[in-house]
């Protein structure tokens, strides 16, 4: 049997496939050939040897050629991906895509399409590159009733925190040192205002909960705000700093069930399993019931660790077609017309919070600040003044679990007290 | 469709089981009805309600009978669990197992079995508890070349170490707490020493590698000769102790292709990531390439996440029906007919060892020490006296990498030395 591939973009990811399949991992993998690669420039130099008339610059050929039996998305960005990726769907071709923002947002559409045409599509790359996380939300796992799924899904942004950590630097430097290094773009928004990974945990939300989650939805801070004064309080209480992106089922207002999902930097123990995880790695935390807590790390990102994922998709499908199976695998994809999550609106979650207010130093301070909180029944773990600057006393509050809306009405009537200049830091810490 | 499953054992993990599929998680677990549960007494009070009928001493006629579409062994135990499963295997029905020790010993002959009948055999179970590790060395992580796989993969040795190491217990007061918290069994023999690591590497490194491990082959050693001053000295170096089982490709004597695969203490640097697993969670690390380094951790025991896994095999076996597959999925199981691992001996096995000496408290012992390893090739890190009782002094030595056997020559040397009372430890160190 010859299984012929169509590859959508050649470059990093696409690069690293098609190293794979020049020395086949899996005896099953020795049937792929690469029939066709689809690419922008012809022109372009290339890592890899492709033999010319495999190159194209006609995309849509590729996707309704009916010689081509399976098609590689590798392009990434919303269009021209999620036209081809429907088209293929519409000529019967399964498709492996790596791309999580088309998936984050038209993931139902592509998904219901596949479900029509009885093709599988799979994703294991679009999510923690190299970690199987995909699968495991898809398949073993489901015998749980997930609880939470949370994530350290953005490389960019835990190198930069790691950094942060690790060397005193200012977000800044980190952030420099993150480009020198390749691990962050010229224009680092999607990575450091937390939008990569609000796509990556849409996804996963989907997958482990069977909703539907409307991508836009997702209320998203980024890191830009993370101060070194912050980072090191936070280690003196014992506190690491991450981007963390959560999905946890939730009660309403009402008591109704709820999706609490969003993405922010927190404040995690040092001993939490995710407080662990450094550099550009990415790790996943799954909390189910019976399963309890299981913890899935590894390269979030890269070459090799995607390649490998994109091309263990290939070998699923290969291994599928053996059985003689008719169908695509139930397990596979997203519920079929999952009904649309009801989320939890931001104000309504619970979290301890990390205040950092700048106040003057007089008596009296400490006691009008710990007043605003009570009379918004936020109760505090402790406040604490740190260092003294110029005239104005550095005041860092730890709050109980509290409801947002609260620790925020009074932190703005905080923000009136004659003594605070001003509030520079507001952190949710987790455990 | 009804699903009809019949179930081999109803103690903890069956418990488990039953209660998941009481309230399926997921849609296609509602087709499974459990028709029949094999055990060894009728009387004995249950947790869950199990209808009389169903309930049988006679587990041949469960194999055997018609009427029953798959088998669940969680038996555990050598005998009769095999023949069980061979005569499942035999009658058509596919068998999800929890058995590490039965598929350790027998998993070729139950293998070979399965795919002549061309039925399927499902084992995520078996190791890690509700870990997805199987599945996705199975699956996903094929798509890689792996080059090592280490797993923390007994919880009681992990709980006793950890207490160990935090509360400063001795090895026989961690044990009894162990046994006190029904995580250590009265003859803890099993897990103490090895043994049921052992299997489950076995398992981990027919699926990693797709060769067959000749189970008592695995050399195995116990914590039982871990001091508290030795957990002590190690955390100073900046080391933990954790009970490694460990497969790796490797080259022998002559640059022939070799499987590294034992189980034995071991001190690792605490920023490792298998360092941070504490209690009697499990993790397995993986490397291949191009995937990198992945970590699976979480509940490697317990009624909750080994039944998790349980049902899950069962829930990926009901997807598989779905598709009208004829065949089970060949990436199922482990290779057919694997080829027997030429193991590489541990005396030709790489290490870097600490090492801890009592000898008399006098000029030049040390550089006798040192002469002696030196004269075997072994290059020092460090030679450090620590504390003296008596007339004893005790004296830490660690090494660079070097082959086991030189460092064992160099002890037998150092042994017969005048000024050398004892070397009471002598340990790994991994990174």
Redesign the interface.
Known sequence: MVYRVGLLGLGTVGT?VV??LQRP??P??QAVEIAAVGVRSLDKPRLVPIPPECLTTNLEGIVSDPEIDAVIELMGGLEPARSLILKAIDHGKPVITANKAVIARYGEEIFQAAAQARVAVLL?AAVGG???VI??LQ???????IQAVWGIINGTTNFILSQMAQEGSSFAEALAQAQAHGYAEADPSADVEGWDAADKIAILASLAFGVSVPRQAIPCEGIGSISSTDIRYAREWGYTFKLLAIAQRAEGQGGEPTLDIRVHPALLPVTH?LA?IHGVDNAVWVQ????????????GA????T??????????LL??L??????????WGFAASPPVASLLPLAEAQSEFYVRVLAQDRPGVMGAIGTCFGRHGVSLESITQKECHQELAEIVILTHSVREADCRQALAEIQQLPQVAEIPSLFRVLR
Do not use: K, Y
């Open positions: 690293g190293e794979i991992p899996h099953l993998l294991e190299g970690i199987p699968q495991a398949q073993s796992l489901r015998a749980s009733r399993p662990n189910g019931d019976p399963l309890g807590q299981v913890v899935l790390s590894g390269p890269g070459r090799g660790p390649a490998s994922a994109v091309v263990g998709d290939l070998l699923i291994a599928h053996q059985t003689g199976a008719q169908l695509p695998n139930p397990l």
